[in-house]
Structure formats: C-alpha cells, structure tokens
C-alpha cells in the first residue's frame, strides 16, 4: 500500500461496499431476516436437569428434530439447566410440547423441572424500538465526539463509514442466516466503538500531518500519507482481533457464536471503511472547502 493512492481510487473502492449492500438488498427480499425470539416473540423453554447428566448439543439434537428455528444454551448456576428459545410460530406450542417431553423422557426430570414463558409480540417491538433508539444514540454521540475533537466533515465521513460497517454486517448476517436478537445489538455496538476507534487514529494522524507539511500540499496527499502512515497499525490492531475472535467463534458454544460472527464481520468491514473510505471521503466532502483543524486551517 506504500504507493496506492486512496483518493485518487476512490470509485474502485466504493464499488465494494457498493456491490455488498445491493447483494444484501436483493437477499434481504428474497430470504428475509431470520428475527429471533427477542424481537418475534415466541417460547423460553428453561429445563434443570443438573450439570453432570447432560451435554448442550444433546439437547440441540432434540430440538433440531422439530425446528430450526431455535436457540439452545447452558443456564444457570455450574450449567445445571438449559435454555431453549423458539422462534414463534402457528405450531410453536405443538412443537413446544414436544421438545419438553422428550428431555423428560430421555433425562428422567419431572415437570416441575421444566419452566416455559412466553415472549409476545408486543414485547419484541418494544425491544425493537429501543435497540434502534440505542443505536441512533451511539451515531450521534460519535459524530458529536469527532466533530468537537476535529471538525465537522470529519465526523460525517465517520459516521457515513459506521452506517457502512452496520449495513456490511446485516448483509452477512442475511448470508449466514444468523439470528437477530438481543446479544445481535450488542455486538453492532461492539462494532461501532472499534471502527469509530480506527478512524480516530487516522484523523489523528492527518491533523498532525496538515501541522508537520507543508501549506501548499494537496489534501489528497496529506489524507494519502496519513492513511499509510496508520496502515500497519491498523492491520496489526485487525489481525489480533481477529485471533481472538476466531478462536472463540470455533470452541464457544452456540450462543457464543451467534454474538461472534456478526462482531468478526464488522470488525473486517470496520478496517475496510476506516483505511480505505473515511479519507476519500472526507476528501470528496471538503472538495473546494476551507477546513479547520483545531488550530490548522487547510
């Protein structure tokens, strides 16, 4: 990347994320989002059964024999019980029914183990409507945070670049069919602090830089220098995220998972728009434009 040129590249670069969300627009119509209990409604099944008579994929075997359309997870103190959440649907009590009786059958509990609740409808918009307002929230904040620490051009090609990491990850997540619940919001979330960080660093650096060279250079070279100047940093900082992420993705249990992939997604998608969108950006929007860094003016 020494000597690519990141403004001058920039229609090659948005053509990616360009593609990505259209895909992600023609599949979210044709397989459409796979909303979990939280926001759908449905049943919470939570059996005890004790820590040492069971194993959690034992009990998605069971559950897989009626609906796929389920979340299976250890709960309680030492992993005694288990927790099952079923998507709702026209037949969900039936299935319901079913799933219990044969972890009564196969682990010998009684019903008094087993306690099941309904998560109506009602409930899931509310949860809907306030996650949405968390999110709203969060892009906000962060344009209000950069536009006081830099200016305000800034912040919009930040807050552009976050509004990209969360498309990016909602395609992929239609993708791989991954379930849209409470833990989902959390990890958007997750994604926004570290992008908005990376980006951060970049901005930094091209402040500093608009100080350190000289006043006639063109602001395509300054953001150019700048954003090659952070790109190791900034793969390395990727890199070891995505270790970690990785590794818990493959021995984390289901639920684990679930708050995993979309967090890996974003965290790639995260780099991508905070080393190669948010310069050009900034770029295309201060074209012809006085800009005010702190105490530099460019």
């Avoid at 309680?76 to 039936?94: H, K, M, T, Y």
């Avoid at 949860?127 to 945070?145: E, H, K, P, Q, R």
């Avoid at 807050?159 to 833990?183: E, G, M, R, S």
Wanted: aromatic share 10%; charged share 20%; hydrophobic share 50%.
């Amino acid at each position: 990347m020494r000597n690519f040129d990141f403004c001058q590249n920039w229609k090659k670069i948005f053509i990616i994320p360009v593609a990505l969300i259209v895909l992600g627009v023609v599949l979210f119509f044709a397989m459409g989002l796979n909303v979990g209990v939280d926001f759908s409604g449905g049943s919470m099944i939570y059996a005890e059964i004790g820590s040492d008579k069971f194993d959690v994929d034992d009990i998605r075997d069971i559950v897989n024999d009626y609906t796929n359309n389920a979340i299976v997870s250890y709960s309680g103190d030492n992993n005694v019980g288990v927790d099952i959440r079923l998507g709702d649907s026209a037949d969900v009590n039936e299935i319901q029914d079913k799933i219990i009786a044969d972890i009564i059958e196969k682990y010998g509990i009684t019903e008094e183990n087993v306690e099941v609740e309904y998560v109506g409808p009602t409930i899931g918009r509310s949860l809907i409507v306030n996650a949405s307002i968390a999110l709203a929230i969060a892009f906000v904040l962060m344009l209000v945070y950069i536009w006081f620490r830099f200016e305000l051009f800034s912040g919009l090609s930040a807050l552009i670049a976050l509004v990209h990491d969360v498309l990016i990850t909602f395609v992929f997540v239609i993708l791989f069919n991954v379930q849209l619940n409470t833990p989902f919001i959390a990890a958007i979330l997750t994604i926004i602090g570290y992008s908005i960080n990376n980006t951060i660093i970049i901005f930094d650096r091209i402040r500093s830089n608009a100080t350190l060279m000289d006043a006639k250079t063109e602001r395509t070279e300054l953001v150019n220098v700048s954003v090659r100047e952070t790109f190791s940093r900034s793969v390395n900082t990727t890199i070891t995220t995505l270790i970690a992420l990785v590794v818990l993705y493959i021995i984390g249990v289901e639920s684990i998972r679930t708050f995993v992939l979309p967090i890996i997604v974003g965290v790639c998608a995260g780099f991508f728009s905070s080393v190669f969108m948010t310069g050009p950006l900034w770029c295309l929007i201060t074209k012809n434009k006085e800009v005010k860094l702190k105490k530099v003016k460019i």
